[in-house]
């Protein structure tokens, strides 16, 4: 992690244009809008997006080439394809302009005279708003004075703000799918499984809850349990065999097993 | 799930014995002697595992052949290799024989004229004495008046008491090295992911938090985001090629990516 300027101050109110109003954008507008910032406007190409939006934010639009140039920040919050593009359509604008993405260099910027990042590290839904104040939100550019402002802004909505640069928060992308977009499969599979013998998956909630805050507590591999780390083969072999009807989750429970055996080699 | 025996009574307390003293039997003697019941005896191969429980247990022992035949309940709670062992080396006794373990048959303990499953469905340390209250207990029996016994004796313990057969707690134990194991084996390989960057991993935590939030409220596979179940090829390889280091981890990308994308499919 790199060290983040210090010419931290408390900031004034920003005038903010969000680009997109999907998970991220609707959850961005609501966080910024609470904590004093002005949203000048909000884009997305679908208005019935902005369902929720209208009272908090100055004005909508459908059309990119009627965004002003004149806010302080400009957040685009759209599909990683679809980022690029968009920002090409962009006027030319004077506030620094940024992205969300985990997943797509800052470059793709690059048309704007200031650009940067500025990717919060959550999983974000419509339906439910979240409470950014204990939310990680990671910021980048090339220039400091730029990373500067985006912390600044940044500390309004969260005290955990971090400046990664952009091999770090690619990386930190591919932990966060191991994190949140496997971790939530290896759930649906465990659901699945107890479907298929007329078990209510609700049994297996607090055993959820306790591995994560096992996991808030300690390394994960160092609390490492179950038959692949103690080596115990037979209880293995019969869960293979309770798994045979679905040879795809067979397959992942051997391939997960030694991959666990093979950490635990090494550590 | 098994419908429960309606013969619920509030239950006197009873005297139980329990067979080992790690992390499972830790715990239980903990919650039942809060809960009222009498620890007549408790069994460990290793006397140091008697610190912490001697206050609350009538007596210690290292010695099977020393096991009292009057106590109401035994249960065994040793590793799952060493449960018919330990059964048989029991001595005949008046209770009801009991084993904790999700992934053992009930049959290893039939030299006992009464015996039976008392499965707390938790992953359990000795160092962090759980709250049974909130906890699933899974109980099963030959015979109804033994269901009912077991059933009683954990409703002391929580409300969350379910009647499961051989079957289905063999099957659920596979889903809990699902929920569990591979899990947090996943948070593992997210936490390497991160060192190999100088990357935080705590910047993580408030996403795992989320992600389990999220399951407690809606079925996983209805929630599942990210590149594979968007088919996004491109993200995807970007994340393959930031793994080429760790063929390991690219593999389980691939595989756990594929997964994904068939239950997209299926669904």
């Known amino acids: 992690m790199l060290a983040l300027p210090i010419n931290i101050k408390k900031m004034s109110p920003q005038t903010i244009t969000i680009i997109g109003a999907g998970n991220v954008g609707y959850n961005l507008t609501h966080a910024l809008h609470q904590n004093g910032h002005k949203i000048l406007q909000q884009y997305s190409r679908n208005p019935t997006r902005f369902e929720g939006l209208s009272n908090i934010v100055q004005s909508t639009t459908t059309d990119l080439s009627t965004i002003k140039p004149d806010a302080d920040l400009y957040i685009i919050a759209v599909s990683d394809d679809a980022i690029q593009n968009v920002s090409n359509q962009l006027p030319k604008v004077q506030g620094i302009v940024t992205h969300t993405s985990g997943a797509t260099t800052m470059e793709v910027l690059n048309k704007h005279k200031r650009y940067g990042i500025f990717y919060p590290l959550q999983t974000f839904t419509r339906t439910k708003l979240l409470e950014f104040s204990t939310l990680p939100l990671c910021v980048h550019s090339h220039q400091e004075k730029e990373i500067t402002y985006l912390s600044n802004v940044a500390r309004t909505l969260t005290d955990k703000v971090f400046h990664i640069t952009d091999e770090q928060r690619a990386i930190l992308h591919v932990a ?32 959820m809850l306790e591995t994560l805050n096992k996991v808030q ?9 179950g038959p692949a780390i103690r080596g115990d083969e037979k209880t293995m072999q019969r869960h293979l065999n309770l798994l045979q009807e679905t040879p795809h989750y067979q397959q992942l429970y051997q391939v997960l097993s030694n991959s666990i055996q093979d950490m635990g080699k090494g550590s």
């Open 176 to 207: 966060a799918i191991f994190t949140n977009n496997f971790t939530n499969h290896l759930l649906a599979i465990a659901n699945d499984i107890c479907d298929t013998k007329q078990v209510s998956f609700d049994i297996l909630r607090p055993l």
């Open 217 to 225: 507590q300690f390394e994960p591999r160092t609390i490492q349990t």
